[in-house]
């Protein structure tokens, strides 16, 4: 069994900054991919950042330069930087865990960026 647990959503300033992370525990292996979703209000869920046991990131086109992932390999732990938040960054942000052809989700962490 999976369980990923999201942290440090909220309220944030346009401009502003937050940090989220997301800890998984359980059967994890160690070849695998986190990484960072997000839905807003009558969207479909999409890949805001990723990165492999390895290292690999990819990002979408628009949060480039702006939010950065890591991840800590030992604690099974992956963050999501998010720099110069913008009112459009606004979303539900869910942690995700894909090993092979197997996917997990977190329970979904809200940012809103908002005057």
């Known amino acids: 069994q999976v369980q990923l647990v999201e942290s440090g959503g909220g309220l944030v300033q346009p401009g502003g900054s937050l940090r989220l992370s997301c800890a998984a525990s359980?059967?994890?292996?160690?070849?695998?991919?986190m990484g960072w979703y997000r839905q807003a209000p009558g969207k479909e869920r999409d890949l805001v950042a990723a990165?492999?046991?390895?290292?690999?990131?990819n990002y979408a086109d628009s949060v480039k330069g702006r939010f950065t992932v890591s991840r800590d390999n030992a604690k099974n732990t992956v963050y999501l930087q998010m720099n110069s938040l913008k009112p459009e960054d606004t979303a539900v942000y869910y942690c995700?865990?894909?090993?092979?052809?197997?996917?997990?989700w977190g329970q979904g962490t809200q940012v809103t960026v908002s005057s």
């Open positions: 995700n865990l894909k090993v092979g052809g197997r996917s997990w």
């Open positions: 359980g059967s994890i292996f160690s070849i695998n991919r």
């Open positions: 990165i492999t046991s390895g290292g690999t990131t």
